[in-house]
């Protein structure tokens, strides 16, 4: 969880105080409020203040185009510039080119994800989706001559051909982007990393081939670690026993194994996260007990896992994704890099180029803040990778954050991306009510994400989902300035979250958080597929429509949760669990004995 903030008084406090002082409660909640949007307002003028005061990059709009940012940018984070960056040090850079039948990719996506629609699960390979959008190879080929002109390497392209991932020297980067690099330094981090504040730019004979260059702005955040119990209080569970994937089965009804050869599924770690197999094993033999020892099926990129240094978030993924779905083909995918933003393109860039790439992918990563958002070019085109999956049948599963409704600067809610992106499947947290096996509530520990997209519209897909929740519960939401009323909403789907039993370095340690609820949905995904393929169906690909229609018609498909509620920060409240969907568990959580009747 990101670290406390500093926090109004909550209404009731707050009434007893201001009712002492003769002041109407809620009046003097609005001054407390008044004052910190002050706060923040002065705050942000004095950072564009900043900003303005920085060189103007005019001269060069006759002849380049600016693909992101048109001013100079704030070091974020906690980030600091040390010093200009050594022009022979050497950097990765990935840059996305824009895809053809921007149209054409939206209406096929939709089509092959509607039950409903004729064209439902007649997926595209991979071929048929690169001739679909992949740039003309006039463009592709003027862009690697415009890189390999300034001395720069293009290192890999993947078959999609609308990716280019270049090793260039600092004076070649400059020189190519018309900007300057710096040493960014961090006290929580030894490392240094080297990234532009000056933005950046193409030629403009080019504003029409290049979407976007990762690797030039972001800054690492050092994320806070996630909820984790004490060694005394893992001794004193004698009563309430830690979660295992049997008891996650049992509660959701799972029954079988993977029987298909077909079927796979995967895990994404980012920030040096990384797992080791003699803990998987051992986990397997305490916890999977109705089940062979198991084993990934593939490490990726080849190398790129470091067994001897396996980490919480890393172990959590593998050992419940493949312990709740055993004998189901399994694939690490891990990154060494802090920097998530880049991390998380290269990896969808990395799928964009598979043939075989696996049919279900759980992501715990994610950015629940406004001010650390990547731009509206990044978002746009992660959108279109997310897209291109969900059109050849591959299911993108994300956590949907551990900051509940995601309070900043204590004025509004900002739920956390990717999760929030219409073309993936957001899964939020809950909690058993009185013990292993009894009814299911928000979690309470820390915050399910959730909450409204202030940069995506609802999809037809949640409407009426969500024009119910808000219309049904309208004295127990947040303020109407607070959200966006007109947003996608999150989470679409939620799973027990809390007190899961993880071995780590050959210790059982106990960890929470969103990151348990989605390799547990993403399992279950799984073994949903293996009913699909061993009927001679296609996999289920991108999920929401399904889960939407299947949430209106069958109301035992999911278990409503409609205890608890999201509340985060200095913010007054969150989304309150509702029946029906709600901004902090979605539909539910899942029932497969019920789910699989809808196949």
Not at 19 to 38: D, T
Not at 205 to 217: D, I, P, T
Not at 350 to 362: I, M, R
Not at 571 to 582: S, Y
Request: aromatic share 10%; hydrophobic share 40%; charged share 20%.
């Amino acid at each position: 969880r990101r670290p406390p903030r500093s926090t109004l008084m909550r209404s009731s406090a707050a009434s007893d105080v201001y009712k002492r002082q003769g002041i109407n409660a809620e009046y003097g909640i609005a001054i407390a409020l008044c004052s910190k949007m002050f706060f923040a307002i002065t705050l942000l003028l004095l950072t564009s203040t900043l900003v303005l005061a920085r060189p103007d990059y005019s001269q060069l709009h006759h002849t380049r185009h600016f693909l992101e940012h048109r001013r100079p940018l704030q070091p974020t984070n906690g980030w600091s510039v040390v010093q200009a960056a050594p022009a022979e040090h050497e950097i990765e850079l990935s840059f996305a080119l824009h895809t053809r039948n921007a149209d054409k990719l939206e209406k096929t996506f939709w089509a092959v994800s509607d039950p409903q629609s004729k064209q439902y699960g007649k997926h595209l390979s991979l071929d048929e989706v690169t001739e679909l959008v992949a740039p003309h190879e006039e463009t592709v080929a003027d862009v690697r001559s415009w890189i390999e002109a300034s001395g720069a390497r293009i290192v890999r392209m993947p078959s999609s051909r609308d990716w280019l991932i270049v090793r260039a020297t600092v004076a070649q980067a400059e020189e190519l982007l018309a900007t300057e690099f710096h040493e960014f330094a961090h006290a929580q981090i030894d490392d240094r990393v080297v990234r532009a504040l000056a933005p950046y730019s193409v030629p403009k004979e080019l504003k029409n081939a290049v979407a976007f260059v990762s690797g030039v702005h972001t800054l690492p955040k050092v994320n806070a670690h996630r909820f984790h119990a004490s060694p005394e209080t893992l001794a004193k569970r004698q009563t309430n026993p830690l979660i295992g994937p049997k008891q996650l089965r049992t509660r959701y009804n799972v029954t079988g194994v993977g029987a298909e050869a077909a079927n796979s599924m995967a895990v994404a770690e980012f920030q040096g996260q990384y797992y080791t197999p003699s803990d998987l094993a051992s986990f397997f033999k305490q916890y999977v007990d109705f089940a062979p020892p198991a084993t990934v099926a593939g490490v990726r990129p080849a190398g790129s896992n470091n067994p001897n240094a396996p980490g919480v978030e890393a172990s959590l993924d593998i050992e419940y994704i493949m312990g709740i779905a055993p004998n189901v083909s399994t694939y690490f995918y891990a990154s060494a890099s802090m920097d998530f933003w880049t991390s998380l393109d290269t990896w969808a860039a990395l799928l964009a180029g598979e043939a075989d790439c696996p049919l279900v992918h759980s992501i715990s990563y994610g950015d629940q803040g406004g001010t650390s958002k990547p731009s509206k070019q990044y978002q746009d085109r992660l959108n279109t990778e997310f897209k291109k999956l969900g059109a050849r049948g591959i299911s993108i599963i994300f956590a949907s954050g551990d900051s509940g409704a995601g309070c900043e600067f204590c004025i509004y809610a900002e739920p956390s991306f990717p999760a929030v992106a219409p073309y993936v499947t957001a899964v939020g947290a809950t909690r058993f009510i009185n013990g292993v096996g009894s009814g299911e509530m928000a979690v309470e520990s820390f915050g399910s994400g959730g909450g409204f997209a202030w940069d995506f519209p609802a999809p037809d897909y949640q409407k009426s989902a969500v024009d119910h929740y808000l219309s049904s519960n309208k004295a127990h939401l947040p303020y109407w300035f607070q959200y966006n009323t007109k947003g996608r909403g999150t989470p679409d789907v939620s799973a027990l979250g809390i007190g899961f039993a993880v071995v780590v370095s050959g210790v059982t340690n106990e960890v929470g958080g969103t990151s348990a609820s989605a390799p547990t949905f993403s399992a279950i995904v799984a073994l949903l597929n293996d009913h699909r393929l061993a009927a001679k169906k296609s996999p289920l690909g991108f999920l929401n429509m399904w889960i939407y229609q299947t949430a209106a018609k069958d109301p035992e498909a999911f278990y409503d949760v409609t205890k608890g509620t999201n509340s985060d920060g200095c913010c007054f409240t969150g989304f309150p669990a509702a029946p029906g969907w709600d901004a902090s568990t979605g539909v539910g959580t899942p029932n497969f004995k019920q789910l699989v009747k809808h196949l």
